[in-house]
């Protein structure tokens, strides 16, 4: 009984809303009007339309896809290598050093002209030599003066001091000369000499000059003895200078003689 009523419910329903569609007015047209001042219109959307399927490429859609650069493959980034420095960069396995440019070999020194030393004479006195000296002056490095005997002459020089009262005056003045640190002396023992002391014999007057100027710095007044005027001559040994020759130092010195002279005895 109770399906029969739920049918003759739902029936009874159904013939309502059949009366009412039939029944029901045409809907009222949309007004054109323009909508009033200060409110906003609604605007409805464009549907979307149904996909089209896509059409050949064209000339200019295909020029364009040539003109775009293609996009570069992105490099990983390569970690560092543990235990070194990120800030070094790592050196190539096959780099090969630049070869060190050539060492210039050293430049030998110039060999010095070999010296050439020469004896100008002879002078017949000390003072000629002194000047014969000066006027050879720049073709000469550095010189000396000597003296010799002449040929066959036969002349000593000997320093003394003077004969002194007694021989106990003499022995008390050697003591003093021994204590000066002079040595070769002795006490002449007879004729006019008795009591003089001999301070040394020189062939040369150059030696025994030099023999009184060192006794004359130890405060003892000396003489020369002997020699004889002429018995003497005097040389000028000489280094020469650089492009000099023997005989052109000869000519200036003015000396008549020029002999070889081993260079070690000019100091």
Same mark, same amino acid.
């Given at each position: 009984?109770?399906?029969?009523? #739920?049918?003759?419910?739902?029936?009874?329903? /159904?013939?309502?809303?059949?009366?009412?569609?039939? #029944?029901?007015?045409?809907?009222?047209?949309?007004?054109?009007?323009?909508?009033? *001042?200060?409110?906003?219109?609604?605007? %409805? #959307?464009?549907?979307?339309?149904?996909?089209?399927?896509?059409?050949?490429?064209?000339?200019? *859609?295909?020029?364009?896809?040539?003109? *775009?650069?293609?996009?570069?493959?992105?490099?990983? !980034?390569?970690?560092?290598?543990?235990?070194?420095?990120?800030?070094?960069?790592?050196?190539?396995? /096959?780099?090969?050093?630049?070869?060190?440019?050539? $060492?210039?070999?050293?430049?030998?020194?110039?060999? !010095?002209?070999?010296?050439?030393?020469?004896?100008? =004479?002879?002078?017949?006195?000390?003072?000629?030599?002194?000047?014969? +000296?000066?006027?050879?002056?720049?073709?000469? +490095?550095?010189?000396?003066?000597?003296?010799?005997?002449? !040929?066959?002459?036969?002349?000593?020089?000997?320093?003394?001091?003077?004969?002194?009262?007694?021989?106990?005056?003499?022995?008390?003045?050697?003591?003093?000369?021994?204590?000066? =640190?002079?040595?070769?002396?002795?006490?002449?023992? +007879?004729?006019?000499?008795?009591?003089?002391?001999?301070?040394?014999?020189?062939? /040369? @007057?150059?030696?025994?000059?030099?023999?009184?100027?060192? %006794?004359?710095?130890?405060?003892?007044?000396?003489?020369?003895?002997?020699?004889?005027? =002429?018995?003497?001559?005097?040389?000028?040994?000489?280094?020469?200078?650089?492009?000099?020759?023997?005989?052109?130092? @000869?000519?200036?010195?003015?000396? $008549? +003689?020029?002999?070889? #002279?081993?260079?070690?005895?000019? @100091?």
């Amino acid at each position: 009984m109770l399906t029969r009523a #739920l049918i003759v419910v739902l029936a009874i329903l /159904n013939v309502g809303v059949a009366l009412w569609w039939m #029944l029901r007015g045409e809907p009222a047209p949309v007004s054109a009007e323009a909508p009033p *001042t200060g409110v906003a219109s609604l605007q %409805l #959307l464009d549907t979307p339309k149904a996909a089209v399927p896509a059409a050949a490429p064209t000339a200019a *859609t295909t020029a364009l896809a040539d003109a *775009t650069p293609e996009p570069k493959p992105t490099v990983p !980034p390569v970690a560092p290598a543990v235990g070194r420095p990120t800030d070094t960069p790592p050196t190539p396995a /096959n780099t090969t050093p630049a070869a060190a440019p050539p $060492t210039p070999a050293p430049t030998a020194p110039a060999t !010095p002209a070999a010296l050439v030393c020469v004896s100008l =004479g002879p002078f017949a006195d000390r003072d000629t030599a002194m000047a014969a +000296q000066a006027k050879a002056g720049g073709l000469v +490095q550095r010189s000396r003066l000597r003296e010799v005997p002449k !040929p066959g002459a036969s002349s000593t020089y000997r320093v003394m001091m003077p004969a002194a009262a007694s021989r106990e005056e003499a022995q008390a003045t050697v003591k003093r000369i021994a204590a000066a =640190g002079i040595s070769d002396y002795y006490i002449m023992a +007879q004729g006019e000499d008795a009591n003089a002391i001999a301070l040394g014999q020189y062939r /040369n @007057r150059e030696g025994a000059e030099r023999r009184m100027t060192a %006794l004359a710095a130890a405060g003892f007044n000396a003489r020369l003895v002997g020699g004889s005027e =002429g018995a003497e001559q005097w040389w000028v040994d000489a280094a020469l200078a650089d492009k000099a020759s023997p005989a052109a130092a @000869r000519q200036r010195s003015g000396a $008549t +003689q020029q002999r070889s #002279l081993e260079c070690a005895g000019v @100091r």
